[in-house]
């Protein structure tokens, strides 16, 4: 079987179907390609011989049975069906660039890839890479790890190597944060996961930031302005004034890394009433909860300031970071590093300034760390994906149905 020329068979396809993930929609999924693109990939797993897929809300499952007589743990691998909402996803048109030379790769006439701006594609002189035809973004995210799962499951159907029981899952709508809202952990039934999702080659990710959202409403007084001397409390400044006594270095625009922020996504207001909604981001537990405190000091002092005015402060806990979890099984990652240096790829842990399906899947029960596909530039026209570094993805998989095998519970 030759590995790239099947990838490719299946990306070029699965990438022409629309499947852009829509927010202002209620349905499940929100839009109906994601549906499309299921029913085609259960079609292709029945006729690869897998009889008892499900397809239910959206949500794909299927398993491949245990080749081995030992007992060891069902290994999962994970996809999303959807697509980012930042670029268009309709009518894309895959263009393949065969034996990259090293310079500018020209999409189209505005939008030129060029590795001035993204260095990162001198790593892949010499392989061949797909990029879309400028007016769309490719897909790449995530319908390579679906091509690259479905290819893992092609030749573990032809070839019987000794594996546990494999469960696979292609899921909607990840890209709108909903990827896991109706995810039925028993019908998936893996103990240890991975989802196929992350970016350059080498790249995984077992650690998401700690989330919580920040809400501050504020009641002014509405006086009018003629008479307004110390009787008027103008809600709209308050605001102003908590927001710009919060440190400008720890703020989205200002930090990177492990480092953790407090963004204000929206910051509403009048006179009478205003309102900041934000989120609060951290790697570290207990820097959340000391930036989230430092918050509080600041309401504190404001109140003092405008005694007139009401604030109020609340945290919502969104999210917390995998690597809690993950760190509880460390065969997961042990396994995954094992996998990739035994191909001759250096991994590079790396943390997710966000979530992943992962996460809320890690603390379902699951540990899933995140694993490269061999592309960058996700959500845009700018994207792109190199062929062989799916091959990589790829055959690490191959590596960890083996590994796996060797683990009796
Ligand atoms: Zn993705």
Redesign the pocket.
């Known amino acids: 079987m030759d590995i790239k020329q099947a990838l490719w068979n299946r990306f070029e396809k699965y990438v022409q179907i629309n499947t852009q993930a829509n927010s202002a929609s209620t349905s499940l999924p929100s839009s109906e390609g994601q549906v499309l693109l299921a029913q085609i990939l259960q079609k292709e797993v029945q006729e690869l011989g897998i009889p008892n897929s499900i397809l239910d809300q959206g949500y794909l499952y299927f398993e491949i049975p245990s080749t081995t007589k030992n007992n060891v743990p069902a290994l999962g691998f994970l996809?999303?069906l959807d697509?980012?909402e930042d670029a268009s996803g309709e009518k894309v048109k895959p263009k393949r660039h065969n034996h990259y030379a090293g310079g500018d790769i020209v999409i189209s006439k505005e939008v030129i890839l060029s590795p001035v701006h993204f260095p990162e594609l001198i790593d892949y002189q010499g392989q061949d890479l797909v990029t879309a035809n400028g007016d769309t973004l490719l897909g790449a995210?995530?319908k390579a790890?679906i091509a690259i799962i479905m290819t893992l499951v092609e030749l573990l159907q032809k070839n019987n190597w000794e594996h546990g029981p494999i469960k696979i899952a292609f899921t909607p709508d990840?890209?709108i944060g909903r990827g896991m809202d109706h995810f039925d952990v028993k019908k998936f039934g893996a103990e240890v996961a991975y989802?196929i999702?992350?970016d350059l080659v080498g790249f995984i990710e077992n650690e998401t930031f700690n989330a919580d959202e920040v809400v501050i409403e504020i009641e002014g007084k509405s006086v009018h302005p003629g008479s307004a001397k110390n009787k008027m409390v103008n809600a709209g400044r308050v605001a102003a004034d908590i927001i710009s006594s919060w440190p400008e270095t720890m703020m989205p625009e200002s930090t990177e890394g492990h480092e953790g922020f407090i963004g204000f996504m929206n910051i509403n207001g009048g006179i009478e009433k205003a309102s900041i909604r934000g989120i609060v981001r951290d790697h570290d537990l207990l820097k959340l909860k000391t930036m989230e405190e430092l918050m509080n000091s600041i309401i504190e002092e404001k109140k003092k300031k405008y005694p007139l005015a009401k604030i109020n402060l609340i945290f919502k806990e969104q999210y917390r970071n995998m690597k809690e979890v993950i760190d509880q099984h460390p065969e997961t990652m042990k396994k995954l590093i094992q996998a990739m240096e035994s191909i001759g790829i250096t991994p590079k842990i790396k943390p997710v300034r966000g979530g992943?399906?992962g996460s809320r899947l890690s603390f379902m029960g699951v540990p899933t760390p995140n694993i490269f596909v061999g592309g960058s530039n996700?959500h845009g026209r700018y994207e792109w994906v190199s062929l062989d570094g799916m091959q990589k993805s790829f055959e690490t998989l191959v590596v960890l149905t083996k590994e796996w095998a060797k683990m009796p519970k």
Do not use: K, L, Q, V
Request: avoid cysteine; aromatic fraction near 6%; proline fraction near 0%.
């Open positions: 996809a999303h697509t980012s995210d995530n790890g990840e890209e989802t999702d992350g992943t399906d996700f």
